[in-house]
C-alpha cells in the first residue's frame, strides 16, 4: 500500500463520538431560539458549516445567535464527547512518520477545546473561516496542502460523510472513508472507496503497530 505524507482528519465520526453532545446542544438551539425541527433533519446535514446547514433546514434568521448557542452548549457538554479507541495511539504514531492535520466544519473555539480537552496536536487545523468555502468545497484541504508543502497524491482524508468524501474529491486528494462514523449506506456500499473499520486500521498503510 501506499504511505501518505499527509494524513488529514474530520472530526465528528473520526476522532470524536459527539452524537450525543450534538444532540443536547440542538435541544438548547431549540429551547432557546423556539426551533421545532428535530435533531434527526439536524444531524443528517451535518458534514457541512453550521451556518450552511441551518440555511439547508430553512432557518435563515439569527443564525449567528443560533450558532453561538449552539458553541456554548457543545462546550458545556463536553463529557458527552467520547474520543474513538486507539486515536490518541494512532495519531501519535502516523506523526512520528508523517504530517497530520485536521479539516472540521466544528468552530474553530470548539475545535481548540475538545482538542485540548483530549491532549490531541496536529501540524494545522482548518475550521471554517469567512473567506473559505468549507466542505464540501475543497478550499479547506487545499489550504492544508498549501500551508504544509504537501502534494496532492501523497495526501489523504479520512471522513465519514457524504460532504467529506465530496471535498477531497473535488481537491484530488485520496480519500478513505471511516466506516465506523456518520456515514450514509451509499458510500459505505461503493467498493472502490477504501475504507477502513476503526482509526488504528490506518497503521497498516505505514506498516506501523499499535
Not at 486515536?87 to 508523517?98: A, Q
Not at 477545546?113 to 466542505?135: A, Q, V, Y
Amino acid at each position: 500500500m501506499k504511505k501518505y505524507k499527509l494524513y488529514i482528519f474530520d472530526l465528528d465520526g473520526v476522532i470524536f463520538e459527539t452524537k450525543s453532545n450534538m444532540r443536547a446542544s440542538w435541544t438548547e438551539v431549540q429551547k432557546n431560539h423556539k426551533i421545532s425541527i428535530k435533531f434527526d433533519d439536524y444531524f443528517s446535514l451535518i458534514g457541512s458549516p453550521f451556518n450552511n446547514i441551518l440555511s439547508e433546514l430553512g432557518i435563515h434568521n439569527y443564525q449567528n445567535q443560533i450558532a453561538k448557542t449552539y458553541s456554548n452548549a457543545s462546550r458545556k457538554k463536553l463529557s458527552l464527547v467520547k474520543i474513538y479507541p486507539q486515536v490518541i495511539l494512532t495519531l501519535r504514531k502516523l506523526k512520528n512518520e508523517s504530517k497530520i492535520a485536521v479539516v472540521t466544519s466544528k468552530d474553530r473555539k470548539r475545535t481548540n477545546f475538545f482538542l485540548k480537552k483530549f491532549k490531541l496536536k496536529f501540524d494545522f487545523i482548518s475550521c471554517p473561516e469567512k473567506n473559505l468555502k468549507g466542505k464540501p468545497y475543497p478550499d479547506q484541504i487545499l489550504k492544508v496542502l498549501k500551508k504544509l508543502s504537501i502534494k496532492k497524491k501523497d495526501s489523504v482524508y479520512i471522513g465519514d460523510m457524504l460532504p467529506d468524501y465530496n471535498a477531497s474529491k473535488k481537491a484530488k486528494v485520496n480519500f478513505i472513508l471511516a466506516n465506523y462514523g456518520y456515514g450514509n449506506h451509499n458510500l459505505k456500499t461503493q467498493k472502490k472507496i477504501r475504507k477502513i473499520n476503526k482509526i488504528s486500521d490506518l497503521l497498516k498503510i505505514n506498516n506501523l503497530n499499535l
